[in-house]
């Protein structure tokens, strides 16, 4: 991790935090040995040692380095090439791998920075990443995982110079090989020894730094947080503040995420009561320094990362079979709904919920259905009877409801389906009304039921809409209802909404 300096960087509930539902495991992640990763930061050390104590930008530490991770790739059936490019005077060098077969059109790419600063030998800062992503990279090939999208991985030169490596390579690449690669994943600093666990904010959820990223970073920060979820631990959110690789990749609109350990920065008592480790000190007291050895590593912290790493590559490097469902939300549990996203909704009662909803009729009429497609819960327009039919339908103008975010795979027919129904007295108007919407780089509707001067009772309705048009964007879905003329009585629902792979 470079030092700091100043980059430009390239239940429902209102405002909630939206959460993907977790997409389908077509192939287990293999478990990725720490005694094989601490192997790969010995030899490391060791590099250092032979030449004069670093592994920095224009020394010989550094070329041995990409020389070693040279030689386990070309082993194990990579094609690599060794990228050079000259800073300060000196010649730096990429490792680019990247395995054969996999759609070439969809690259996900997986990278470390692989230098030192000339303090020390940089084995946390960062072997540790360079170490954890070379035996994931092994692990592909010793598993026989064959991808549907292509991987490459990569070793940073120069990054503790001001990420001057990956730099070089993006900027040199052709814009029809950057619209190629769909994924970005960086891991820098993944065995801190006062380990913290954060994530790069692809969302910009904290409301800090310099904002989220690309569409498509939020999908890999979910992911990741699934599989530390599975450890039992929280992660905190960590800026997209220009200190490392990614910078260069979501300045040209690429999507990317990772994790990191901490550097300089101290731990909190609120950490350290999640996390363990020492409140008030810092993540890497070895931060930049000669110290920062092999004994400068937390293992339960590098292990757990070197597993994280393979399961985002395995996670977000699938694609798909035909007859696959995507994306689905029966609406039973809390997913990430979130109502008047954007501020402007008018309605004055039944706005979007998602609760088991409760029989209501007038004059014969049932408004509200008390049966949901499946389970108990739908998202509905006020989902209690209340004293009268018309005590908690849509009244005063528009509800709208959007869903989590949804990464849809490139190159795939596409299919939405989902129930409805749109209720009414005969005190509706045309002005009344259900929307859905699709929403990626452009808008769709792909329902519109308008009110009308006659009863209409609750009935639910299939929907099936080709949605192929938004193959390999990260979409939400959009509801809207209205009450928007005079008075009238109004209701409407939605369940068990899917997205699936014909």
């Keep these: 991790m470079k030092l700091p300096r100043l980059l430009a960087a390239v239940g429902l509930a209102v405002a909630t935090t939206t959460v993907v539902a977790a997409s389908p495991a077509y192939a287990a992640p293999p478990d990725i040995s720490l005694t094989a990763v601490k192997a790969h930061l010995t030899q490391l050390q060791s590099i250092a040692t032979a030449n004069g104590g670093n592994r920095a930008h224009g020394r010989p530490g550094y070329l041995a380095s990409v020389n070693y991770i040279k030689g386990q790739l070309d082993a194990v059936g990579y094609s690599t090439v060794i990228q050079s490019f000259t800073y300060n005077g000196a010649t730096g060098y990429n490792l680019i791998a990247d395995w054969p077969g996999g759609d070439p059109n969809q690259v996900l790419m997986t990278g470390a920075h692989l230098d030192s600063v000339t303090a020390g030998p940089g084995i946390n800062d960062n072997g540790s990443g360079s170490a954890a992503i070379l035996e994931v990279a092994k692990a592909v ?249 018309g005590a908690n339908d849509l009244d005063g103008g528009t509800t709208t409801a959007q869903s989590p975010t949804i990464a849809l795979p490139s190159g795939a027919t596409l299919r939405l389906t989902f129930q409805y129904y749109l209720a009414h007295l005969n005190n509706a108007t045309s002005a009344d009304l259900l929307r859905v919407r699709v929403v990626g780089t452009t808008s769709t509707t792909v329902l519109t039921v308008t009110g009308a001067a006659s009863n209409r009772a609750a009935a639910w309705a299939s929907s099936s809409v080709d949605i192929s048009a938004f193959a390999g964007q990260t979409v939400r879905i959009v509801v809207e209802a209205a009450d928007a003329s005079t008075a009238s009585l109004v209701e409407a629902a939605i369940d068990d909404v899917v997205i699936a792979r014909l």
Excluded at 253 to 271: L, N, R, V, W
Excluded at 318 to 325: D, I, Y
Excluded at 332 to 350: C, H, I, Q, R
Aim: negative net charge; hydrophobic residues 30%; contains cysteine.
């Design 141 to 389: 090939a010793s598993t026989g995982y064959q991808p549907g999208k292509h991987l490459r991985f990569g070793w940073w030169g120069a990054e503790e110079l001001g990420l001057r490596g990956s730099q070089f390579y993006v900027n040199n690449l052709p814009s029809s090989e950057r619209t190629k690669i769909k994924g970005y994943l960086n891991f820098d600093m993944v065995g801190s020894p006062n380990a913290g666990y954060f994530v790069y904010d692809g969302d910009n959820s904290a409301g800090t730094g310099a904002g989220p990223g690309p569409a498509g970073s939020t999908q890999i920060e979910q992911v990741i947080r699934a599989k530390f979820t599975s450890y039992g631990i929280t992660m905190d959110d960590t800026d997209f503040d220009g200190r490392s690789d990614y910078g260069p990749f979501i300045a040209v609109g690429i999507p990317a995420g990772g994790t990191f350990t901490g550097a300089e920065g101290t731990k909190s008592s609120s950490q350290a009561s999640r996390w363990g480790g020492t409140a008030g000190q810092a993540f890497d007291v070895c931060y930049h320094r000669s110290c920062d050895t092999t004994s400068n590593i937390n293992d339960t912290a590098l292990d757990r990362n070197a597993d994280a790493i393979a399961h985002a590559v395995w996670t977000l490097s699938e694609v798909p079979p035909t007859g696959t469902t995507l994306w689905s939300d029966t609406f039973e549990t809390a997913t990430g709904w979130t109502v008047n996203p954007a501020g402007t909704d008018t309605a004055t009662t039944g706005a979007w919920e998602r609760g088991n909803p409760a029989g209501t009729s007038s004059s014969g009429v049932t408004t509200q259905l008390d049966a949901t497609v499946s389970g108990v819960n739908a998202l509905v327009t006020g989902a209690a009877a209340g004293a009268s039919a």
